[in-house]
């Protein structure tokens, strides 16, 4: 969602966002985010992976294995008290967060509980859509108008993790706008 209100996130350093080939393939082949996304696929020139030299380096294997042992030995949740329910692609973008020193972006719960639980000191943290932003319109690299007004709404439609309260305060104040998403 938020490759369409800021198709330029992942070309333009000062964005400062990264992916990785998992979560474009993700993207751009799986049918459930094809069916969810329909615009995805015209976005694909867009999203810009980083080097698989940058991913396949020993640190980031190191922490991929160390992510799939722990899932596959069954890490409960100290939250909820149930077990951590990572994909593939999930223990990939821990790995490479970890291992490279990013913050994430999701709104995934439980992969967000799974790194600040089991990876406390090497977990730079997460930024929530919204935060990114805030942050986006504060240092003025984006300017908010009504298409992206009717993108964010669009939000709540496709069933988007809620934002924080704080976030949606923020989002008020900077745009002058009332935030229309869940």
């Not at 922490?63 to 899932?71: D, G, V």
Request: with cysteine; net charge neutral; charged share 30%.
């Amino acid at each position: 969602m938020l490759l369409r209100i800021v198709p330029q996130m992942f070309e333009d350093e000062r964005f400062e966002c990264i992916t990785i080939r998992e979560v474009y393939d993700e993207l751009t082949q799986t049918t459930k985010f094809k069916t969810k996304y329909p615009w995805a696929g015209s976005m694909r020139n867009k999203l810009k992976s980083l080097p698989t030299g940058k991913t396949g380096i020993s640190e980031v294997k190191d922490y991929h294995e160390a992510i799939k042992a722990l899932s596959e030995n069954g890490t409960i949740d100290q939250k909820t008290d149930r077990l951590f329910d990572l994909s593939r692609v999930d223990m990939r973008v821990m790995a490479c967060a970890l291992a490279l020193g990013h913050r994430v972006t999701s709104g995934d719960g439980g992969l967000v509980r799974f790194l600040e639980q089991e990876f406390p000191d090497e977990f730079k943290g997460n930024i929530t859509p919204l935060g990114l932003i805030n942050n986006w319109l504060e240092k003025k690299l984006i300017t908010w108008d009504d298409e992206k007004q009717k993108q964010m709404a669009e939000w709540n439609d496709n069933e988007e993790h809620a934002q924080p309260k704080s976030e949606i305060s923020r989002f008020n104040k900077l745009t002058g706008r009332r935030y229309p998403g869940p």
